[in-house]
């Protein structure tokens, strides 16, 4: 079990109030109540499109109802949008997923793994909080075990973890 603050719970059961949960909500989300315009954009460059940046965790129980909702409301609004994710590093059992996360985008397989990860938590209860259950999930995928051993701590996942920790605090 990973151990969690008092805060880190504070900040699930805020999140958890006000997050739109509904299809409705998500469908029509405003500026002001909904959400807010950073006053200095992020780096990254968009292209002339929206830059959305999804902030997660996989452990969280909202994050994993709003998926569905958020890859439905990707699918109307992907010529209009940049979609990014940043996976949440609050602390260093959140950090063990965000270097899984990463590890996965280096290795190509994010998207085919993303959707099963966030279902092995949440629907098979799986305990996925240290490397060596992490490299038995990511070999069921089809990934070779040293390989992801390699990439999990790589330094490019390392300074990424870093940057995702700064932006998401």
């Given at each position: 079990?990973?151990?969690?603050?008092?805060?880190?719970?504070?900040?699930?059961?805020?999140?958890?109030?006000?997050?739109?949960?509904?299809?409705?909500?998500?469908?029509?989300?405003?500026?002001?109540?909904?959400?807010?315009?950073?006053?200095?954009?992020?780096?990254?460059?968009?292209?002339?499109?929206?830059?959305?940046?999804?902030?997660?965790?996989?452990?969280?129980?909202?994050?994993?109802?709003?998926?569905?909702?958020l890859e439905?409301?990707?699918?109307?609004?992907?010529?209009?949008?940049?979609?990014?994710?940043?996976?949440?590093?609050?602390?260093?059992?959140?950090?063990?997923?965000?270097?899984?996360?990463?590890?996965?985008?280096?290795?190509?397989?994010?998207?085919?793994?993303?959707?099963?990860?966030?279902d092995a938590?949440?629907?098979?209860?799986?305990?996925?909080?240290?490397?060596?259950?992490?490299a038995g999930?990511?070999?069921?995928?089809?990934?070779?075990?040293?390989?992801?051993?390699?990439?999990?701590?790589?330094?490019?996942?390392?300074?990424?973890?870093?940057?995702?920790?700064?932006?998401?605090?």
């Open positions: 079990m990973i151990p969690v603050s008092r805060r880190d719970i504070l900040k699930l059961c805020l999140l958890g109030l006000v997050l739109p949960l509904s299809r409705h909500a998500v469908a029509a989300i405003e500026e002001g109540f909904d959400y807010k315009q950073l006053p200095s954009p992020l780096p990254g460059d968009a292209g002339g499109k929206t830059d959305v940046l999804e902030i997660f965790w996989y452990g969280c129980p909202h994050c994993y109802q709003l998926q569905p909702l439905e409301w990707r699918g109307r609004h992907g010529d209009a949008i940049q979609f990014r994710r940043l996976p949440a590093a609050l602390n260093e059992g959140w950090a063990v997923h965000a270097r899984a996360f990463y590890t996965a985008e280096a290795l190509g397989v994010l998207e085919r793994i993303h959707a099963p990860f966030f938590l949440h629907v098979q209860k799986r305990p996925l909080y240290d490397e060596e259950s992490l999930f990511f070999e069921e995928q089809g990934v070779e075990p040293a390989r992801f051993r390699e990439l999990f701590h790589s330094f490019s996942v390392d300074i990424q973890v870093r940057q995702a920790t700064g932006i998401a605090q």
